[in-house]
């Protein structure tokens, strides 16, 4: 990879996708909204950062566009005007509950903006599309771990049917137009930077400010907590290398990207209160519509095509997280 566009760069994985490649030599092109799901400051700060690393490596090698996939034409313009090899396509509406909430955000940019981005690829071949997917696509399973064969068409929100809508998508122009397509089903990202929205976020917010934490299904829960660290090198590994040609002479492939070591809900939280060196008050409550009991990543197929192997263990990242969280709130954030 030499010239790569990020979708959703100033987004959590994004921003950390793009911090590693420019590190790694690489130009990088982002676009995003700056959409206002979660703070935008947040958002612009990740992209500061970016332009930190940027001029460390004294290269005019980041480039800007502060626009929306959903809008026809942008997709296609960025296309022609950056030129790039490698296409990462992480912009998204993320969030199980926000989709019952807001459903109408998920079609614009989950289903509308993917569409663009194949649209534009199709007219403007590329070396790889990487497009994210998302654990949620599994559902109520009830059979662990979840292996990219299992069924995946019982969704329990329409945020996991728009992902698995992107999947049929990407599949469907990579076999008509011989694209070269990955797509990642992500399990519970976490790390510094990451999004409020998120278990390690809300309940680090809520401990540090005395307030009680929300535990959803009494806390019986299981997720595969997942390294933001462990997760970027996935994705760069799998970037770097396009798909062959499968049975059907199409370059597609899904794979797991998880830390295969789901962890109960109450032992996160147990951890959680350990590094910060504080009780939480807890607030317990049942199952949210939308949520699933457990995910639990089988990433055989990605260790066998990429040598992944995620190594983070979960009080170390959480670790990570609090200290950034507390130096971003104490000195840089609002």
Not at 50 to 58: D, N, S, T
Not at 97 to 107: F, L, T, W
Not at 128 to 137: D, Q
Not at 230 to 254: L, M
Request: hydrophobic residues 40%.
């Amino acid at each position: 990879m030499k010239r790569v566009l990020i979708t959703g760069g100033a987004g959590f994985i994004g921003f950390h996708t793009a911090a590693r490649l420019l590190r790694d030599g690489c130009e990088v092109g982002i676009v995003d909204n700056f959409n206002d799901y979660y703070a935008v400051s947040l958002k612009e700060d990740r992209f500061r950062e970016l332009e930190k690393i940027a001029k460390e490596k004294k290269a005019d090698s980041l480039k800007l566009w502060r626009r929306d996939l959903a809008d026809d034409g942008t997709a296609r313009e960025v296309m022609e005007e950056w030129n790039p090899d490698t296409v990462i396509h992480l912009a998204a509406q993320p969030g199980v509950r926000y989709s019952i909430e807001n459903p109408a955000a998920y079609i614009s940019s989950n289903i509308i903006g993917f569409f663009h981005i194949l649209e534009a690829v199709r007219h403007h071949p590329v070396q790889h599309l990487v497009f994210a997917s998302s654990s949620s696509v599994y559902g109520g399973n009830t059979k662990v771990p979840f292996e990219e064969t299992d069924r995946v068409d019982e969704p329990e929100s329409l945020y996991a049917a728009t992902k698995k809508a992107d999947e049929l998508m990407g599949y469907t122009y990579a076999r008509l137009y011989g694209i070269p397509m990955t797509g990642l089903r992500f399990f519970t990202v976490y790390g510094p930077w990451g999004r409020p929205d998120m278990a390690a976020f809300l309940f680090t917010e809520r401990i540090l400010a005395d307030k009680p934490i929300r535990v959803f299904h009494h806390g019986d829960l299981r997720r595969d907590f997942t390294y933001i660290d462990d997760i970027v090198e996935g994705v760069v590994r799998v970037a770097d290398r396009a798909p062959s040609e499968n049975e059907k002479g199409v370059r597609y492939r899904i794979y797991n990207i998880g830390n295969h070591t789901p962890v109960p809900l109450m032992e996160m939280i147990r951890t959680l209160e350990t590094v910060i060196g504080k009780e939480a008050q807890k607030e317990f409550l049942p199952m949210q519509p939308g949520d699933v009991y457990q995910t639990y990543a089988d990433v055989s197929a990605l260790t066998r095509d990429f040598g992944f192997h995620p190594d983070t263990p979960l009080a170390e990242g959480l670790r990570a997280f609090v200290d950034w969280y507390r130096s971003y709130y104490t000195h840089d954030g609002d």
